[in-house]
């Protein structure tokens, strides 16, 4: 059976109609991926042509290539993070009109030689498996690099730090570009709509309370050691009230200090 759907002939731009034409073109201003041009000393991996294993975190697949090595694909936007790449992904613009003749290659993601993200090594309760009693400097150090050079992370957590190869950890997604996860904000930035706005003295002081978080989470996870017992203590301090929260360097000489002894 056919319908024919009635036409309100009292409307003006019915006769209009017909003759209009939409054309939809990618917004430069908008399309954000890096051209794979701009980093020639990187190696450069064709997307389509991984294998995606399993998930490590939520919207961080692993994959693998002929050489068996691991890597953790960060499908980017823009290139962040303190991490070294191991290479470059690549796949033709999305943004591309059709009009376009030439092959656009573009950025699509970094891959990093690892083990996993540290959320993923957590889950599945392996902490004990890696010298994890390394990560607790190491991340710390990390922040103190970032801090110097008047940024912050803003976005500390589980999921935003990877292993590398040799069991050894990194932060990545710095300035909280991608969005503030809650539960990992400190107390007192946790009304605050737009918190990577905040003064450089607040965001660092967050930066501090989220670190003293993981490294509870790290504590817990890594059984009755001496050194858990030592990061539980450091994790209160970085932890605390804004007023009395420790400095970065305070808690890495503690931490520093103690594992020798």
Sequence with gaps: MLYRQSVDTSNPFTK???????????????????LHLQFLSFQAINIAKVIEEDGIARSVPRFTQGDKIPYVLKVVKRLTGVVQPASI????????????????????????????SLQHVLDKQRVKEFGWERWAIQIGNTLGVIHRAGTTHMDIKPSNVVLDYDGNVVPID???????????????????????????????????????KLLA?????????????TLKWVSG?????????WTLSEGIFQMEKLSVD
């Design 89 to 116: 992904a690549m796949l033709n613009n999305p943004y591309a009109t059709p009009q376009n003749e030439v092959e656009q290659l573009v950025v699509s993601g970094i891959q990093y030689y690892s083990g996993g």
């Design 217 to 229: 989470e790290i504590a817990s996870n890594a059984g009755d050691s001496p050194f858990a017992g």
């Design 237 to 245: 301090h970085f932890t605390e009230y804004i007023r009395n929260r």
């Design 174 to 212: 710095i300035s909280g570009i991608d969005g503030v996860t809650h539960e990992w904000r400190a107390p007192e930035t946790q009304d605050e709509i737009l918190p990577i706005e905040l003064p450089f003295q607040a965001r660092r002081l967050n930066d501090m309370w989220a670190y003293g």
């Design 16 to 34: 209009l109609a017909p003759s209009l034409r939409v054309y939809i073109r990618e917004d430069p201003l908008r399309a954000t991926y890096p």
